[in-house]
């Protein structure tokens, strides 16, 4: 069977799409209110879920502190963007330029605080490697956007990737799209940190992708310093402390491509252990075996949510409202839901029309971060339940 993850998962695609934007054109997951009174009946979600998908694979803080890139990174900065990762670092909320002096101030009410934040990272190989404070909070929780939402409530979470590659379709994504939805970064992209600000300023949270192995990999080839299936788990751990420290100020990973590596799955709780020890979530498109992904999470103890849908596996409108649908359905079901997808402007103008009409049916959009949390808290419950009885 084809590889899932680079065939038909749009969220898994970002540098081949970034990459070919010149070809396609440049064009073309903050509280949302919950209804008072009786919770609206939602009548959007009346439908008939498919079968889900069974994929099975062939086998206060203060400002920061100055970052030493270090002497020994001179292969690795001339890869895009790292040479400017310390300089995009600033100890005060980037400029939010706009014609509104309203819109603007409002913007910097909500913008996050700048990364990194002292105590959260220590010098990397080519940038700041996030850490756990002291004090033992973790960077996913100071770099989450905050969100005082019902664990109670039918809860919507979307993740927006592939973001950073191509201008023009980034600036879109930051710009329409709800600051509640969380977007995602590839490590490659030129001024990543800059992006970062940007989306970070206008109330987002972020997400950085880890490339991962792909069955036809190296021919089918995610970049430079992709996790292996067959590597050490010293070699992938170097690799991965490299994506790690491209930037700041996100709250946690996701996966970008990886059906080869989603099958090992020692592999993967190694990779897993080592993201969890530096205080990060983990988010995964759902590709691959699902047993083998909970397995990973469980021997590492990773905070691992996966997604319940990739909303633009098919890219035209009516499938994404189709998705989008299924995932209100199962939230219903399931107390929350997660879609994952890719920035096509198909996508991003769905999903802003679909978020518009969100709290009116009964459900909350949450960032990413905040499902995490619910799914642990429920996941904890059942085990604290569990072990009662």
Do not use: C
């Not at 498919?50 to 694979?57: N, S, V």
């Not at 103008?349 to 808290?377: M, N």
Request: aromatic content about 6%; charged content about 20%.
């Amino acid at each position: 069977m084809p590889d899932r993850a680079s065939s038909s998962s749009p969220l898994t695609k970002p540098l081949l799409a970034g990459l070919g934007a010149a070809v396609l054109g440049a064009g073309g997951l903050g509280l949302l209110a919950l209804l008072g009174g009786a919770e609206p009946e939602p009548v959007s979600a009346r439908i008939a879920l498919p079968a889900p998908e069974t994929i099975e694979l062939a086998v206060a803080p203060t400002g920061p502190a100055p970052v030493d890139l270090g002497a020994d990174a001179s292969e690795d900065v001339a890869l895009p963007g790292v040479s400017d990762t310390e300089a995009a670092l600033s100890p005060v909320p980037p400029d939010v330029p706009s014609s509104d002096p309203a819109d603007a101030e409002r913007r910097l009410a909500r913008s996050a605080p700048p990364a990194p934040l002292q105590g959260f990272f220590e010098p990397g190989p080519g940038g700041p490697l996030p850490i756990i404070h002291a004090d033992g909070r973790r960077p996913s929780q100071v770099y989450a956007k905050a969100f005082d939402g019902d664990f109670d409530a039918p809860t919507l979470a979307v993740v927006v990737g592939g973001l950073g590659l191509n201008a023009a379709l980034t600036e879109a994504a930051i710009e329409t799209l709800p600051s509640s939805v969380t977007l995602s970064f590839v490590p490659y992209s030129d001024d990543l940190q800059g992006w970062i600000n940007r989306a970070r300023a206008d109330g987002h949270e972020v997400l950085i992708e880890l490339p991962m192995e792909p069955f036809d990999y190296p021919n089918n080839d995610p970049g430079p310093h992709t996790l292996l299936a067959e590597a050490s788990p010293a070699e992938n751990r170097r690799r991965l402390e490299w994506l790690l420290s491209r930037a700041s100020g996100y709250f946690g990973v996701t996966n970008y491509l990886g059906a080869r590596f989603g099958t090992e799955q020692a592999a993967m709780a190694s990779v897993f252990a080592e993201v969890e020890r530096r205080g990060l979530d983990l988010l995964h498109d759902g590709a691959g075996r699902r047993s083998t992904l909970d397995a990973a999470a469980s021997a590492s103890g990773a905070h691992l949510a996966v997604a319940d849908r990739v909303v633009d596996g098919d890219p035209d409108p009516r499938a994404i409202d189709r998705k989008l649908l299924e995932l209100e359905a199962l939230a219903l079901q399931n107390g929350s839901a997660l879609g994952s997808g890719f920035a096509y402007p198909a996508t991003v103008d769905s999903v802003a029309a679909w978020v518009d009409g969100l709290d009116a049916r009964g459900y909350q959009l949450a960032p990413a971060s905040f499902l995490v949390r619910k799914r642990r808290a429920q996941d904890q419950a059942a085990g604290d339940g569990g072990r009662g009885a």
